[in-house]
Structures are given as structure tokens and as C-alpha cells.
């Protein structure tokens, strides 16, 4: 069983990509997964309620760092974000075996989109849940010991990262396309409804129909 991660943004705002992600994760996995969507929340119970987004870029994306305590520092776990399309078998990241002093594995190209966790070796370099909540600076603090610790990283192998150079051709070979930047994420939705007809997203899209080549999917969302 694959544990993914996803994070997201809360009240909907992200569900036309939420279900297309989805839907590619089904096409093309072929062993049993989970996925947990990370949203903020307001259930005062949760480990994601209230925490500080004061300098977060989103309103998700310091929540990856609370993954390996959500699995109990357990195992291994899958992190994305919301708006990837997944192309291949998620399995074959699954697979991967660990080398050296690795605690995470991420892609080249936009590190730390795509994370596989080592739960229970990362555990001494991370913060507690209750801790990050509280500091929003904990996201950017974590990314950065990271990204500047290279022998706790271990790199995916194929072409699982985004590059902002492909063609939307070249985006058919890819093992998953990452198909937003950082000016439109979680503002504009890819679903037919919410989108502007200029809106880059929408050629994504219909690439995304094209490659998983079932049409009717999208039919609910054709308004």
C-alpha cells in the first residue's frame, strides 16, 4: 500500500485538479495506494488546524513537511503537489531503494514537488507538527536544510520533474507533467468551468485527455 500525500488548497478551490490527478494516479498505478489530501483545517482536532501561513507562497505547501509524523514516522511515503498529472506507475518511485544517508528523494528539476520519505530516518531532522504549525518561516527553514544537505537527498531517476523548456510534445514523454507556475497555482483550476479561454492550463489539459485517452472523464465538468 502507497501512502500519497497531496497537498492542496481548502473549500474546493483546487477540486477539478484534485480530480484529475486522482484519475491519473488510478490510470496508471498498478498496486494498492492511498491518497490523503493536506488541507488547512478547521477541525480543531487536526494536526493541519491553524497553522501559520504567514510567509507560505501557498496555502498549502509547508504541510509536506508534516508528512513522515502523519505516518507515524512509519514506512515510506509519497508526497505531491496538487497540480501534477501523473503519466506512469507511481510504483516505480515505490520501488526505489534507498542509498547511503538518503532520508527523502525528490526530482531534479523543481525539487521537493515530488517527495518519496523515508519516514523513520528523517525523523531526527525535522520539527514536530506542533512546532511548525506555530512558525511560518518552518517551511522555507526545512526546504533549504534540505536542498543545501545533498547526501540526505536521493534523485528520482526518469523524467519526473517539470522543465520549463518542454513543448507540450515533449510533455508526452514525461512521467509526470507539473503543468502550473507559481503566478496561477490554486487560482485558476483546470476545470473547463473556471477557466479563461487564454488560460495556458487548458492546453495541459487536453494533453492530459489525449495521453490517458478516455474523453468521458471530463464530461461532468463540460458546462
Known amino acids: 500500500m502507497i501512502k500519497i500525500y497531496v497537498a492542496c488548497a481548502p473549500g474546493g478551490l483546487d477540486a477539478e485538479a484534485q480530480m484529475v490527478l486522482d484519475y491519473s494516479i488510478s490510470k496508471f498505478t498498478t498496486v494498492d495506494y492511498e491518497i490523503i489530501w493536506l488541507q488547512d483545517s478547521e477541525d480543531e482536532d487536526s494536526p493541519l488546524f491553524n497553522w501559520n501561513m504567514d510567509t507560505w507562497e501557498t496555502p498549502f505547501c509547508g504541510f509536506r ?4 509524523e502523519l505516518s507515524n514516522f512509519e514506512g515510506e511515503s509519497l508526497y505531491l503537489n496538487f497540480n501534477h498529472i501523473i503519466l506512469s506507475d507511481l510504483a516505480e518511485i515505490s ?3 534507498w542509498k547511503n544517508d538518503a532520508v527523502l528523494m525528490t526530482t531534479k528539476n523543481n525539487p521537493l514537488s515530488i517527495i518519496k520519505f523515508n519516514n523513520r530516518k528523517i525523523q531526527k531532522y525535522l520539527p514536530l507538527i506542533e ?3 506555530i512558525s511560518s518561516s518552518s517551511h522555507s527553514i526545512c526546504a533549504r536544510y534540505f536542498l543545501e544537505n545533498k547526501k540526505l537527498i536521493q534523485y528520482i531517476p526518469g523524467d519526473w520533474g ?3 523548456s518542454n513543448t507540450l510534445e515533449d ?3 514525461k512521467n509526470a507533467i ?3 507556475d507559481l503566478h496561477n497555482m490554486y487560482l485558476k483550476p483546470i476545470g473547463y468551468s473556471r477557466l479563461n479561454e487564454s488560460c495556458i492550463d487548458l492546453q495541459y489539459y487536453i494533453l492530459f485527455l489525449k495521453i490517458v485517452g478516455n474523453f468521458s472523464f471530463v464530461t461532468p465538468l463540460i458546462t
Not at 513537511?65 to 513522515?68: E, G, K, R
Open 65 to 68: 513537511w508534516a508528512v513522515p
Open 95 to 97: 520501488q526505489i531503494d
Open 131 to 133: 512546532e511548525m504549525a
Open 162 to 164: 517539470p522543465d520549463p
Open 171 to 173: 510533455l508526452a514523454y
Open 178 to 180: 507539473y503543468y502550473e
